[in-house]
């Protein structure tokens, strides 16, 4: 198989996570050109810092909905050959429905569901102008689950996938394909401040009876970025383990 992705660019959201990190070193392992994005000015030098001037650096803060349309259009203006975008930025601030604060609501709304709107907003012209592009959002297993305490973070990651297949739809006949990633319980620095009650709790849910790595996710993320996934489009990946078959 031919996943040649060279000279490509990708923008990737959340480029700093445990996640997005492992996003971005595989696609500058396959030669892409990197947008990468923060809304933390110090770990956007760090980035600069270990990966260098010849990918691209701007900061983004998706919770500020007031700013944000004009920073992304700055970017898809300053960057109208982006190949390959990946929404993988998202937050969670997790309270039982009942105790949950507007702001813990609208937050996590703000970032994980409504900051799609702005971007894919301002990318999509460029890509139709083009006639290509590629597009991966990172949803969760929990969107199709439920999870308790987190009716906020579940109904952003579900509304991203409805959001995503009926712009699939839209789309499809662009060359343009639209697809989602739906991690499990991966090794991250987030898994990792689970205490050993948490992890033996969700290990009982996962017949794999282990958590994904994050290879597990970029692996993925790379087939659907290219060429030999060009007949697929709208669809959700599930990768947990078996903790949900659909």
């Known amino acids: 198989m031919n996943f040649n992705l060279k000279n490509k660019k990708v923008l990737i959201t959340g480029s700093s996570g445990g996640i997005g990190s492992s996003l971005s070193k595989i696609f500058l392992k396959m030669?892409?050109?990197i947008i990468f994005t923060s809304s933390d000015n110090n770990k956007l030098n760090e980035l600069k810092n270990k990966f260098g001037n010849e990918n691209i650096y701007y900061l983004?803060?998706?919770?500020?909905?007031?700013?944000?349309?004009?920073?992304?259009?700055?970017?898809?203006?300053?960057?109208t050959d982006i190949d390959i975008l990946i929404n993988n930025?998202?937050?969670?601030?997790?309270?039982?429905f009942l105790r949950m604060k507007v702001d813990q609501w609208n937050e996590v709304i703000?970032?994980?569901?409504?900051?799609?709107?702005?971007?894919?907003k301002s990318i999509l012209p460029n890509m139709i102008k083009n006639k290509k592009g590629n597009i991966i959002g990172i949803?969760?297993?929990?969107?199709?689950?439920?999870?308790?305490g987190q009716t906020n973070y579940t109904a952003s990651k579900s509304g991203m996938i409805s959001m995503y297949k009926s712009l699939a739809l839209e789309v499809s006949?662009?060359?343009?394909?639209?697809?989602?990633?739906a991690p499990g319980f991966i090794q991250t620095p987030m898994t990792e401040k689970l205490n050993d009650k948490q992890k033996n709790s969700i290990m009982e849910k996962i017949p794999m009876?282990?958590?994904?790595h994050p290879d597990d996710i970029t692996n993925l993320a790379v087939f659907l970025a290219s060429d030999v996934s060009s007949y697929i489009t709208g669809q959700t990946f599930h990768v947990n383990g078996g903790m949900l078959m659909l």
Do not use: M, Y
């Open 139 to 148: 949803t969760s297993v929990v969107a199709n689950t439920g999870n308790p």
């Open 110 to 120: 703000n970032v994980n569901l409504n900051s799609n709107f702005f971007i894919l």
């Open 209 to 212: 009876k282990k958590f994904g």
């Open 60 to 79: 983004l803060n998706l919770s500020d909905l007031n700013s944000l349309p004009s920073s992304i259009s700055k970017i898809t203006e300053e960057n």
């Open 173 to 181: 006949q662009r060359n343009i394909n639209i697809n989602l990633i």
């Open 31 to 33: 030669e892409c050109k």
């Open 89 to 96: 930025a998202g937050i969670s601030k997790d309270n039982l």
